[in-house]
Nanobody
């Protein structure tokens, strides 16, 4: 199993931008998909973006499509989530997750499909 560490969260004003990082420790052979999820108190963890390493395919939830971009830096073994046009409803704890078998799909993504998780980073969008 890989180990994941998120960073880059913080406080940002509405309309602002943040870039989250997911540092991956372990062999690239140990994961195929990286997913970004977010969670607010009392709600289920929401899958918002996914990246498949075999073909570079991506997925975005409707709630973030057009505003967030997922990307990978091979040299740094890091997956990023660039977040723009942030809204107060984007406030949440953001998690990255990895799985060796999962393929990103346009049909959505669910936390149960990912085996390895980071500890999360808080993003707060507020004026």
């Amino acid at each position: 199993q890989v180990q994941l560490a998120e960073s880059g969260g913080g406080l940002v004003q509405p309309g602002g931008s943040l870039r989250l990082s997911c540092a991956i420790s372990g062999s690239s052979l140990d994961w195929h998909a990286i997913g970004w999820f977010r969670q607010t108190p009392g709600k289920e963890r929401e899958g918002i973006s996914c990246f498949s390493s075999s073909d570079g395919s991506t997925y975005y939830a409707n709630s973030v499509k057009g505003r967030f971009t997922i990307s990978r830096d091979n040299a740094e073994n890091t997956v990023y989530l660039q977040m723009g046009s942030l809204k107060p409803e984007d406030t949440a704890v953001y998690y990255c997750a990895a799985d060796p078998d999962y393929y990103c799909s346009e049909h959505g993504m669910f936390a149960i499909d990912f085996r390895s998780w980071g500890q999360g980073t808080q993003v707060t969008v507020s004026s």
